[in-house]
């Protein structure tokens, strides 16, 4: 894992090392950069940076950037190729020769033989520039979905100054070249309200993109174009096999995928929340450690934290799986000093922190003091159905018969009537059901649109002042949701929803979250269920496997129960978050009073201030659940004052 910068401009190494100093954090065991001669009458240059995080061949020969032998090709590159030992076979079989034992090395010989057609011969998760001397090409890619991140930056040529584009692993190195304007894009703010992130290529920062998952950017002569080079197909559902046969196809590619994720030449471990998915890896990775111990890091909550959330305690669970596995087990209790980390996970994220930001950092940064890698169970909800919200679509579907001018007003009277944010053992169920009948009254994608919304439409008239009203009059939040939807309008209602995630949520709020939080402790993450070949194994299978009756991620559960103790794999699903709920009643209350006061909201423009004010008491009050939008609206106060002011 590494972090990659490079720019296409006049004496771009002028502006390399301030790109590469600010994504330190990604790689401590090297640095370099690279300048071509200039590539136009303009003068300009390409300069592709890299920091380096060793993992494979931790020698010096895996010194980045990385020439091609006959310096035709310059390539800078973050991440893992798991299938590089099978890929350096088959180009040595084309007459190539190979110098280190790197799967850089392997990723720079696959690109000067395939070119672009490289990518979906690449099992991993990366992202990677490529400078071709010969062409005076750049080429762009980022990985299947989207695991490491990307951006860029471009800014035609307008008169007799020249065009710029400037592209890096976190959106900070852009901005240290002080050659972008820092301006707030209000369309992303659109819809980083409605579902607390910004989908692809939107970000907060006018003109700075984000190169979508799967996707390939060429730039040459002036002119972008972007390629999209893989994408998921449920168009070969296969009907005709047992439900048997399908629990060996889980537990045969879970193992194989697990196994190649495995690679590396550093120590590496596991994070164990005690689900049936973080718990699935270890019971994996044991089969694969010639006997040594796994080690496994877990976050556990205070009692007390506890009492407004609906988030139930990982540490009895994980203390029993890995009595049952027996690794070497470490157990983190969640005290942060909360005011003071949110500016920091603020400024490491690019963006606004989510609540998952605190535990995914606080338990990397306990993990990377004795590893460099860890597997995540991350992506099992994506693929096999796991989210409370894939239920109650099935659920809702059944009012569905119901007059939908009786439906809505039916649902709508019952949310009114439920409180959102009182403690007490009813906190989790009569939250819940207020947001279930908030969206269940709707249409089939209107109904997953609104489970995934915090601020709705309406909600945002009155929350918006009126120069943003009339900025954001024209913008539609679930543009980029309903081309998704659209794409798979054929294949099943389940599978439609998780297509939808996979290109939206998963990438754009779970993904980024874990990768910047991980590298601002200097550690990598691994997602096996996101491996291709387990997506593509799960988009085969009938999706009343994944969700069958009640029951979520139904053919995993009943594959693992082969390695897991039955109470834990059907346990109760919990999320991976913090409780914000409580913090905000107490560590975090202060920060809120001033950060957002009536002075700091009229200062900044974009709300009304009595409107925030109503959020706040009403969330204080029990009488709504609005703590996610509260927590939303702290930290985008953070994110300006860091990022804007």
């Not at 990659?4 to 330190?24: K, Q, V, W």
């Not at 988030?311 to 203390?319: C, K, N, S, T």
């Amino acid at each position: 894992m590494c972090g990659i910068a490079g720019l296409i401009a006049l004496n771009p190494d002028r502006e390399i090392g301030a790109m590469l100093s600010t994504i330190e954090h990604r790689g401590r065991d090297d640095e370099g950069a690279w300048t071509s001669e200039a590539i136009d009458d303009a003068g300009r240059r390409a300069c592709l940076g890299h920091r380096r995080l060793a993992i494979i061949d931790t020698s010096s020969a895996g010194h980045q950037p990385m020439l091609s032998a006959d310096g035709r090709y310059v390539l800078t590159f973050g991440g893992e190729i798991y299938n590089y030992r099978e890929l350096r076979s088959e180009l040595q079989s084309k007459g190539h020769v190979f110098q280190t034992e790197t799967d850089t090395e392997v990723l720079l010989t696959a690109f000067a033989e395939w070119g672009k057609e490289c990518l979906p011969r690449l099992n991993g998760m990366f992202h990677f520039a490529v400078w071709d001397n010969n062409e005076r090409k750049l080429t762009l890619a980022r990985d299947h979905v989207g695991i490491k991140p990307l951006y860029y930056f471009y800014e035609p040529a307008a008169g007799v100054k020249p065009g710029l584009l400037i592209f890096a692993s976190e959106v900070k190195a852009i901005l240290a070249t002080g050659l972008v304007e820092r301006t707030l894009d209000t369309e992303a703010l659109n819809q980083f309200l409605t579902f607390l992130w910004a989908p692809d290529p939107n970000t907060l920062f006018r003109g700075i993109k984000t190169l979508p998952p799967a996707h390939v950017l060429t730039f040459q002569q002036d002119q972008i174009k972007i390629d999209e080079w893989w994408d998921v197909s449920f168009d070969e559902v296969d009907e005709g096999r047992s439900e048997a046969w399908w629990q060996d196809r889980v537990l045969e590619t879970l193992d194989e995928v697990v196994n190649l994720e495995m690679v590396a030449d550093v120590p590496l471990g596991s994070f164990l929340s005690g689900g049936i998915d973080s718990s699935g890896i270890v019971a994996m990775m044991k089969r694969h450690s010639d006997g040594r111990r796994v080690s496994t890091y877990t976050v556990g909550i205070e009692s007390e934290d506890l009492r407004y959330d609906i988030i139930p305690d990982d540490v009895e669970w994980a203390r029993r799986v890995n009595k049952h596995l027996d690794t070497d087990y470490h157990e983190i209790m969640l005290q942060p000093a909360v005011a003071e980390l949110l500016p920091k996970l603020v400024y490491h994220m690019d963006e606004p922190a989510i609540d998952m930001a605190i535990p995914s950092y606080l338990v990397s940064q306990a993990a990377r003091e004795t590893l460099r890698v860890m597997l995540s169970g991350m992506g099992g909800d994506e693929v096999f159905a796991g989210y409370p919200r894939q239920l109650a679509m099935k659920i809702a579907g059944a009012f569905d018969p119901v007059p939908g001018m009786l439906r809505r007003p039916l649902m709508k009277t019952i949310e009114r009537t439920l409180p959102g944010g009182l403690p007490g053992r009813l906190t989790a169920p009569l939250r819940n059901a207020k947001k279930f009948a908030r969206s269940a009254g709707l249409d089939f994608e209107e109904r997953y649109l609104g489970y995934g919304t915090y601020f709705t439409d309406e909600a945002k008239q009155r929350l918006y002042s009126d120069d943003m009203r009339a900025s954001t009059r024209e913008f539609d939040a679930y543009a980029a949701h309903r081309r998704y939807f659209a794409r798979v309008k054929n294949a099943a209602p389940l599978n439609r929803l998780l297509y939808v995630d996979l290109k939206t949520f998963l990438p754009c709020l779970n993904l980024i979250t874990t990768d910047k939080t991980s590298m601002a402790a200097n550690l990598e993450v691994r997602v096996p269920f996101l491996n291709r070949r387990m997506i593509e194994l799960t988009a085969r299978m009938p999706p009343e496997l994944k969700l069958r009756g009640f029951k979520r991620k139904y053919i995993l559960k009943r594959a693992l129960e082969k390695f897991l103790p039955h109470d834990v794999v059907w346990r109760k699903k919990a999320g991976f978050g913090a409780p914000i709920r409580s913090w905000l009643r107490g560590p975090l209350r202060p920060m809120v009073d001033d950060l957002l006061s009536e002075e700091t909201i009229n200062r900044r423009g974009l709300f009304r201030p009595a409107e925030v004010r109503r959020i706040i008491d009403a969330n204080l009050s029990g009488r709504e659940d609005y703590n996610l939008q509260v927590f939303q609206l702290l930290n985008l106060e953070l994110w300006q004052r860091h990022f804007m002011d």
